[in-house]
């Protein structure tokens, strides 16, 4: 590569290794990048030590790791692919460096395993089904800098409980925590640029009885179908239960 070398399916189908390292230098150049597959279907690996030299994980480089438990993320890492992690069914917990500044649709997918997460607050783009069915998940911490939670980034997260929306994010995309049945406390502050509520955003969210929002927030129709949602704006008085919505998509006080 321009800047140093890739690592290009460096094990791709191997089923026999547990652990694998790669190193900072090769042939006397910096290693820089983590190419697509380059560990995929690897279904005894347990651990994987990357070096802080690598500054991108492409997609699917973890894909369908069932055993991947502890992974070392580079210290300089700035973009990782889509489904780089996808059906890493043993991994409980990772690291993601402040560095991050993009992570691609899929990264997590049914990563079933995946406790917490804090992303960086440098991070601007997050893929839409990020962490789809990532059913363990309890905790998340969501950066400042985010603009959108997109579509299905959050669904079937069965055991998330809070999450604290920043005041940056101005979109909560099409399903984006649907399913999500622990969800009881979704946080959103006065001061929010929030604009919009994509369609069945929080459908099926049985534990999340009331939400706060600012005024003029674009609400779909069916953003809280299924939910027992009440919807409070801040300064008004009076609730409003999108189940009850009108035809139209409009309710009044």
């Known amino acids: 590569m321009p800047n140093g070398y890739g690592v290009r399916f460096y094990a791709y189908g191997l089923t026999n290794n547990k652990t694998v390292t790669i190193p900072e230098t090769y042939k006397g150049e910096k290693v820089v990048s983590l190419r697509g597959n380059a560990f995929s279907n690897m279904k005894n690996l347990e651990e994987a030590t ?74 601007v783009h997050l893929g839409g089904e990020a962490f789809y069915n990532a059913k363990s998940l309890e905790t998340v911490e969501l950066g400042d800098k985010l603009t959108e939670i997109r579509g299905d980034t959050f669904e079937y997260c069965t055991s998330l409980r809070s999450i ?53 927030v674009s609400v779909n129709e069916r953003a809280f179908k299924e939910s027992p949602t009440n919807i409070n704006y801040y300064g008004t008085f009076g609730e409003y239960n999108y189940n009850n919505i009108t035809s139209a998509g409009i309710i009044y006080p």
């Open 50 to 123: 990357l070096p802080d030299s690598i500054t991108e994980i492409r997609g699917q480089a973890f894909k369908n790791d069932t055993k991947l438990k502890k992974v070392k993320l580079p210290k300089k890492l700035q973009s990782l692919g889509g489904s780089a992690f996808k059906n890493c069914t043993s991994l409980e917990e990772i690291d993601i460096p402040e560095t991050v500044t993009y992570i691609d649709g899929g990264a997590f997918y049914n990563a079933t395993s995946l406790k917490s997460i804090k992303l960086p607050n440098n991070l």
């Open 164 to 216: 604290n929306i920043p005041d940056s994010v101005t979109r909560i995309g099409g399903h984006a925590f649907y399913g999500d049945s622990s969800l009881s406390t979704v946080y959103i502050s006065e001061n929010s640029k929030l604009k919009e509520i994509g369609s069945s955003a929080f459908r099926q969210c049985t534990s999340l009885y009331n939400i706060n929002l600012p005024q003029g």
